[in-house]
C-alpha cells in the first residue's frame, strides 16, 4: 500500500492567459491523484470548514480519504504567478491556516503501508509521521523554497530520514548553496537519502544514485497551460508505479521516473487538477509507449 501525507489546498493561479482562484491544489493532492492510476493511495491531510463537497467528491474517486481531516478554520491557501514564458513562478501569498496546527494521525489500516511520500509540508511534521510507518519499503520526500528558508536544519534532518529525496533544480540549489546539479545531488545524498531525483520542469529530470546518473527527458509538449502541481504529479506517478510494482530494483526506479515525468506531462496541459482527473490508464500507456520510441536510438 502507498500512504501520501502532505497539503491539500486553495489554489490561486496567475498566468499570462487567465487567473483561476481557489482551484483545488496541494501538493499531497497532486501526488495522491497522480499516484491513484497504479495503485489506490491512502491520504492524510487536513481542509477546512471551507472545503467544498465537489472537491471532497473528487478527492474520493481517486484515493483513500480516511485520513483526512475536517478541521474548524479556513483551508491552506497559496497564491502564486507566473511570467510569460510559464518557467518561473512567485508566490505572492502562503496562508496555512488549518495546516498550522495540525496534528495528523495515520489511520490503523494506512500503517501498513510499504511505499510512503511526504508531500511539500513542514519537515518537523513529515519527520515525525514517518516513524509511523514500520514497514516502509521505500519512502519519499519533497520540499520547497518556503521550507528551505525557515526550516533548513529541519529539512536537511528529514531528507536524512528518507529513502529518496525528490526536489527541483531551483530549490536543490538554494537547500545546498551550490550551482552545480551534480553537486547539489551528492550533499543530499551525504545527509542520508539514497536517491536523488532532480526535477527540471520542461527539461525533465536527473536520477542519482551512488555514482550512476539518469537523465529522463520530459515529454515534448506544444502547449503547456498551468504547470502547477507538475512536480507532485511526477512524484506521485514516480512513487504509484513503485508501489504498483512492489519493487525497489533500480531497474524498476528508472522506469518509475520515466511514468513520473509522463504524469507531469499531463498535468501542464489543463488548470488545475484536471490535467490528471480526466486521464483514463490507456492515455498513459500511449504516452509512455510514444516516450520510449522519443527516447530510443
Known sequence: MLTVFGSIAYDTIRTPRKVIKNALGGAATYAAISASFFVKPGLIGVVGQDFPKNYQKILNNFVDTKGVVHAKGKTFHYDGSYDATLSIRTTNKTELNVLKDFKPTVPEEYRKSEFVYLANNDPVQNTKI????????????????????????????????????????????????????IKAAKKIMEWGTRYVIIKKGEHGSLLFYDDVIFPSPAFSMEDIVDPTGAGDSFAGGMIGYLASKNSTKMSTIREAAVYGNIMGSFAVEKYGVYGITGLKRLDIKKRFDKYKTMVHF
Do not use: P, Q, Y
Request: aromatic share 8%; glycine share 4%.
Open 130 to 181: 514517518l516513524k509511523e510507518f514500520g514497514n516502509a519499503k521505500f519512502s519519499m520526500c519533497d520540499t520547497i523554497e518556503f521550507w528551505i528558508s525557515s526550516k533548513r536544519s529541519d529539512v536537511i534532518k528529514m531528507m536524512g530520514a528518507v529513502d529518496s529525496v525528490v526536489i527541483n533544480d531551483e530549490e536543490a540549489k538554494l537547500l545546498t548553496k551550490t550551482h552545480n546539479l
